[in-house]
């Protein structure tokens, strides 16, 4: 079946350094969402790309789609404490509605 | 909107008995998932229904585990008999109308403890 791996697994920065994670996927994907989940909170929802190449950006954080459809990174520039949390991607192949998640990268940030 | 909601928030029970966990999604929303979130395996889709129809259930573990969605506005997912095996964070979420393709709106969860 489908699977979704993230690197890192974890990650510790300080404060005010820059944070990546990268989404790699054993099948082409249809589109692909990034979802944040807080210390003992749920998912929520922040992107979705859909084209080849893609390049979305949200304040401090990019997203990237790969050419080949098949991976996906988010960069965050100068992380903040707020930044705390686990950031998965989930990607949907072929015709179906089915999100298959990431394995996600747990972040941390220290003052 | 009230956002997505589920109960009870946490569950304890004991080995062998029947767990039954409540979603209610985001009025006009067409899909409901339901997904199990451990520190092993990750967060996985258990079942999603299309406008109150399974679609596809086979992420469900097993026989003992089993979800209806009577109506628009509610879900259930029933584990019978529950095993330790079975303690997880379990998330309901809705989306509008293109399942995967559109935003996934998750409740705040319910964390099972299967003693």
């Known amino acids: 079946g489908q699977q979704v791996m993230q690197i890192p697994q974890y990650q510790h920065v300080q404060e005010g350094e820059d944070f990546t994670t990268y989404c790699n996927s054993s099948?082409?994907?249809?589109?692909i969402q990034w979802y944040k989940q807080r210390p003992g909170g749920h998912p929520v929802f922040l992107i979705q790309?859909?084209?080849?190449?893609e390049v979305k950006k949200q304040k401090r954080l990019t997203f990237q789609f790969g050419e080949a459809k098949k991976n996906s990174s988010l960069h965050i520039t100068a992380t903040q404490t707020t930044d705390v949390g686990t950031y998965f991607c989930?990607?949907?192949?072929?015709?179906?509605?089915?999100?298959?998640f990431g394995t996600g990268t747990q972040l941390k940030v220290e003052l | 909107d009230a956002g997505v909601i589920q109960s009870p928030r946490h569950e304890v029970t004991e080995m062998g008995q029947e767990v039954t966990l409540r979603c209610k999604p985001i009025?006009?929303?067409?899909?409901l998932f339901w997904y199990r979130q451990t520190m092993m395996r990750g967060l996985e889709l258990l079942i999603y229904?299309?406008?109150?129809?399974?679609?596809?259930d086979s992420g469900m573990p097993e026989d003992r585990f089993s979800a209806k969605m009577p109506n628009a506005s509610f879900s259930t997912l029933k584990i019978q008999p529950s095993e330790p095996r079975d303690s997880a964070v379990y998330f309901c979420?809705?989306?509008?109308?293109?399942?995967?393709?559109?935003?996934?709106?998750f409740g705040p969860g319910t964390r099972l403890t299967v003693l």
């Open positions: 979420a809705s989306s509008l109308v293109r399942g995967g393709r559109d935003t996934q709106y």
């Open positions: 099948t082409t994907l249809s589109n």
């Open positions: 790309l859909v084209k080849s190449g």
């Open positions: 989930a990607g949907v192949t072929g015709g179906g509605n089915k999100l298959t």
């Open positions: 009025s006009g929303h067409d899909y």
């Open positions: 229904f299309n406008n109150n129809v399974p679609i596809d």
